[in-house]
C-alpha cells in the first residue's frame, strides 16, 4: 500500500499519484477520474471516454483521409437493393 499526503497549492488541496500506479491502470496526465465516498473511503476510479469517429479522424494523419479514385468510383455506383 502507498501512503499519500494532502498537500496544499494555492487555494487546492492535492494529491500526487505515482507513475507506476498511473501506468497500471493506463492513465496519464489530463485523464479523467471520478471521484466517490464509501464508508470514509475516497474512491477514484478511471472515467472511460468514450470513442467517436470524430475522435479517431481528429487523430488521423490529413493524408490518409484524402479521397482516392477508387474511393469517387464507389460513391459515384448507383444502388443495388435498399442502400442509398
Known amino acids: ?3 499519500l499526503a494532502i498537500r496544499q497549492s494555492g487555494g487546492a ?3 500526487s499519484i505515482p507513475k507506476a500506479v498511473l501506468k497500471a491502470l493506463g492513465l496519464q496526465p489530463g485523464s479523467s477520474l471520478k471521484l ?3 464508508d470514509h ?3 477514484l476510479s478511471p472515467v472511460l471516454e468514450e470513442l467517436t469517429l470524430e475522435a479517431v479522424l ?3 494523419p490529413k493524408k490518409q483521409l484524402k479521397m482516392t479514385s477508387e474511393d ?3 460513391i459515384a455506383m448507383k444502388s443495388v437493393g ?3
Open 1 to 3: 500500500m502507498t501512503t
Open 13 to 15: 488541496n492535492i494529491i
Open 36 to 38: 466517490s465516498i464509501d
Open 41 to 43: 473511503k475516497i474512491i
Open 58 to 60: 481528429k487523430e488521423s
Open 72 to 74: 469517387k468510383a464507389w
Open 82 to 84: 435498399e442502400e442509398f
